[in-house]
C-alpha cells in the first residue's frame, strides 16, 4: 500500500478507521467495513479476540489476520480466487496479541445468493439462459471444491453468503475464517458436497 496516512491511522486506532467507512458486516467476533483510500476502496477486516485466554494462545501462535493472508496466499497459489491482503495489523499488550485486522483490496460485485436471487426474479432471462447461468456456477463451485481438498482444507461454513460473484460470472471465496486443514477423507467429501449443494 503506498497510503501512508491511512496505514498510520490503522496501526493508530483501527476501530475509529472501521468506523468512518461503511460497514459490510459486524458481529462479536468481527467487523468489516469498506473504507476510501488514496490507493482506492479497501476493506478492513478486524478479527476480535473474544477472551483474555485467545490472546494468551495467539501469543504462542501468530495472529487471526496473520493466519487469514497465510491461507489467502495459499489459495491464491493454487488458483484459487480470494482477495489476498495488502496489508495486517495486531494489537499488542504487553507480548499478547490483541485485536488484529487484514486489509484488501475492495472487489465489486455481488454475494452468490444475491446473485441467484437476481437471475431467479429477472423476466428477461429466457430458461435456457437460466438453465445456463446456473450450470456454469455449479461447475465453478465443484472446481473450487476439488482445489481446497487437492491442498488439503475443508470449509466449515459453506453458504451462499461466503462467495463473491463478480460481472464476468467468476466466483471468489470471501470467509477464509472457517478454512481448516484436515486429512479426514470424510470432512473432505462433505466439503466438497456442501460447494456442490449450493446451486439448487
Known amino acids: 500500500m503506498r497510503d501512508s496516512h491511512f496505514q498510520s491511522n490503522l496501526q ?3 476501530e475509529s478507521v472501521l468506523a468512518q467507512g461503511t460497514t459490510l458486516q459486524r458481529s462479536e467476533w468481527r467487523w ?5 483510500t488514496a490507493d482506492g476502496p479497501m476493506v478492513v477486516k478486524m478479527f476480535v479476540e473474544r477472551c483474555w485466554r485467545h490472546s494468551i494462545k495467539r501469543k504462542f501462535l ?3 489476520a496473520t493466519i487469514y493472508t497465510k491461507r489467502a496466499r495459499q489459495l491464491a497459489a493454487a488458483g484459487i480466487p480470494t482477495p489476498v491482503p495488502v496489508a495486517t495489523v495486531a494489537e499488542n499488550f504487553a507480548g499478547l496479541i490483541g485485536n488484529s485486522c487484514v486489509v484488501y483490496r475492495y472487489a465489486s460485485g455481488q454475494t452468490l445468493r444475491m446473485y441467484l436471487q437476481s437471475i431467479a426474479d429477472d423476466e428477461n432471462v429466457l430458461p435456457e439462459q437460466r438453465y445456463h ?6 461447475e465453478q463451485l465443484a472446481s473450487l471444491g476439488e482445489r481446497l481438498a487437492r491442498i488439503g482444507l475443508a470449509h466449515t461454513d459453506v453458504h451462499q ?3 463473491l460473484v463478480d460481472q464476468n460470472q467468476s466466483i471468489s471465496l470471501l470467509d477464509l475464517d472457517s478454512l481448516r486443514p484436515t486429512r479426514k477423507r470424510y470432512r473432505l467429501f462433505r466439503s466438497r458436497l456442501q460447494f456442490q449443494q449450493l446451486v439448487p
Do not use: D, L, Y
Request: net charge positive; charged share 30%; with cysteine.
Open 32 to 36: 468489516i467495513s469498506k473504507v476510501e
Open 62 to 64: 501468530c495472529s487471526r
Open 161 to 163: 453468503g461466503n462467495f
Open 12 to 14: 493508530a486506532n483501527v
Open 133 to 138: 447461468k446456473m450450470a456454469e456456477i455449479r
